[in-house]
């Protein structure tokens, strides 16, 4: 029977006691303005560094979120002082390559979702992360959203039940020129790394890992995908995304 108010969730509050660290985000595009963005309203923490392929973009990126170093340089802007944690926010192809400098320079680091274009890239950046001993994470931020905390405080507590199915799904119409990175295999585009990452997310945070996975979809003239569906199985039951 489900409880009459729901229990608090634990969210997380500027100033309880969070070390500050100082950030630098590479990259200069919405996703990485928005982060910027959100560290400055609700964090006490810094971002003291800036880096892209461009010192132009780099710049006008600096100026617009009070960020007092920009570098045009990979290499630059990873030998920047007093740089404790890297938000890696270029487009996908370039997130191994990015998140393995990073972590080679000894920074902890954030990759924004897709966290890799493949499975063998992944494991990559995780042994290589292991190897240094610094902390690298998918910047999955849905996941830490104020009703994904309160799934899985329903889930812990047993309100729900035991889990047998996951039914997830997410569309958007979106029409991106040839030239866009959503249509480009070389940039990592495609529906899956971009959008189907969200309901896969859900469903491995209710259920885990599967024991099994079935996906099928159909490409875009292009060559990307511009549809999916993930049939995941688990030992109680199977879930759709």
């Known amino acids: 029977m489900m409880p009459s108010t729901l229990p608090e969730p634990v969210l997380f509050h500027a100033g309880r006691g969070e070390p500050v660290l100082?950030?630098?985000i590479l990259g200069t595009g919405w996703i990485a303005g928005e982060f910027a963005q959100a560290l400055r309203a609700h964090t006490r923490q810094l971002v003291t560094a800036v880096g892209s392929r461009s010192q132009e973009s780099a710049d006008r990126f600096a100026a617009g979120f009070g960020v007092e170093r920009a570098y045009a340089s990979r290499a630059a802007f990873l030998d920047a002082p007093e740089l404790d944690a890297v938000y890696v926010a270029s487009p996908p192809a370039e997130h191994l390559a990015e998140g393995l400098a990073a972590i080679?320079?000894?920074k902890h680091v954030l990759i924004e979702k897709p966290f890799a274009t493949s499975a063998?890239?992944?494991r990559k950046l995780v042994d290589a992360a292991r190897d240094a001993?610094?902390?690298?994470m998918e910047a999955m931020w849905s996941r830490?959203?104020?009703?994904?905390l309160i799934i899985r405080e329903l889930l812990r507590d047993g309100v729900l039940g035991e889990i047998r199915s996951v039914r997830a799904d997410l569309g958007q119409a979106i029409n991106?020129?040839?030239e866009h990175r959503l249509s480009r295999p070389d940039l990592g585009g495609g529906a899956l790394l971009d959008m189907g990452i969200?309901?896969?997310q859900l469903d491995s945070m209710v259920r885990g890992t599967p024991a099994s996975i079935v996906a099928t979809g159909g490409l875009a003239e292009s060559g990307v995908d511009a549809y999916a569906t993930v049939l995941t199985g688990y030992r109680t039951g199977s879930s759709r995304c």
């Open 133 to 136: 001993g610094v902390f690298v």
């Open 198 to 200: 969200y309901p896969i």
């Open 104 to 106: 080679a320079a000894g």
């Open 22 to 24: 100082r950030w630098g």
């Open 176 to 178: 991106p020129g040839p």
């Open 120 to 122: 063998a890239d992944a």
């Open 144 to 148: 830490y959203q104020p009703q994904s």
